[in-house]
């Protein structure tokens, strides 16, 4: 939720008031924190992210003093919503490298959330972690402080793939840091992979996925390798360093993800996340797919309430001077319309096993839903009213699918 690259928008209030409409019956939808960390050891040459090196931050931007400014968005959250009763469902720290700041700063930052609005009681707290960045110490730490659920960035299980990706951390470091959360008790446990790094075998990718699931995830994600423009990685591809991943590739790699993960019981609920059951889905992801509200602290991270979407300045400094002159951090912003919204929906809750409920479909897209069945790229239960879902070779070519639903 922090691209490196803000969105075209208008002005957003130096306050952070939002639209007397967007906080209507806010009470009774979804609420969730996203907070961003933006600090990083090493770039990976991949990354599109809102990160930077502690040789890339300029003056105002102390890591140390991360979490307090943090906590004070936090604040100016609680005075821009108004005095509602708004529990938090879900707390996902990401960034960057969570991790790397101190575990006591990070449940400094989870602390002042339940302050303001108070947690729920069952509510789901994640952070992303680098292998590492932590160790037994500090899981435990982690876990005092009331996280309940570690996205470990694994990648790859490859050491020359994990060098391509620049990522710094030994394969074997995993496990490692798997059996320490466990022994600090956390039951959610989750290992994000990457295929179609240039040079990667499918003997390398399935490599990887045996190694993952040797450690008994609770979840995976896998994404295929994006090259986005101005990283360090399209530089080397556009210099014909390295190859530009193949389609064909990534949708082999992709097959035999599902089959592995499957079979091992893993089951996909999103096109690029399988979990062992229900309980073990993210469900803070799940909030973002489904179009709940959320409030995205940090520089560069993005908000969504009641249909207005904000984005804050993307520069620790920046962010940091705005937060101090009590001010909001907030760039820009958008008021999505009701067409905006359903569009999204599309976009969003098709990438969902539990699928697209086909009321949201105008005619045009309606008349599409015969076809994509007979294509073999929607479930056949779609022709009795159900909701859509995507088969295997759907999910292979969603975007395509998603232009026959709103053309």
Known sequence: ????????????????????????????????????????????????????????????????????????????????????????????????????????????????????????????????????????????????????????????AVSSVLKVLDRTHDPERVPRAVEWARAAGFDQISLDLIYGTPGESLSDWETSLRAALDNRPDHVSAYALIVEDGTALARQIRRGEVAMPDDDDLADKYLRADELLSADGLHWYEVSNWSRDEASRCRHNLLYWKGADWWGVGPGAHSHVGGVRWWNVKHPSAYTQRISAGASPAHGREVLAVEDQRVERVLLELRLADGLPQDVLDPAGAAAVPGLVESGLLTGQALDGAPLVLTTRGRLLADAVVRDLLP
């Open 1 to 156: 939720m922090s691209p490196s690259t803000l969105p075209d928008g208008e002005p957003a209030p130096a306050d952070g008031a939002l639209p007397a409409e967007a906080l209507a019956g806010q009470e009774k939808r979804p609420f969730a924190f996203y907070v961003h960390v933006p600090f990083c050891r090493v770039r990976c040459g991949y990354c599109d992210f809102n990160t930077y090196t502690a040789q890339e931050l300029g003056g105002g931007a102390s890591q140390s003093a991360y979490a307090e400014t943090a906590a004070r968005e936090v604040g100016l959250a609680r005075r821009v919503l108004g005095d509602v009763e708004r529990p938090v469902e879900t707390v996902f720290l990401g960034g960057g490298t969570p991790t790397l700041l101190p575990a006591r700063d990070l449940g400094l930052m989870l602390r002042a959330i339940d302050d303001e609005f108070g947690l729920a009681p069952d509510v789901e707290v994640t952070t992303e972690a680098n292998p590492d960045s932590v160790d037994r110490a500090y899981l435990a730490e982690l876990r005092e402080a009331g996280y309940t659920r570690l996205s470990f960035g694994m990648q790859s």
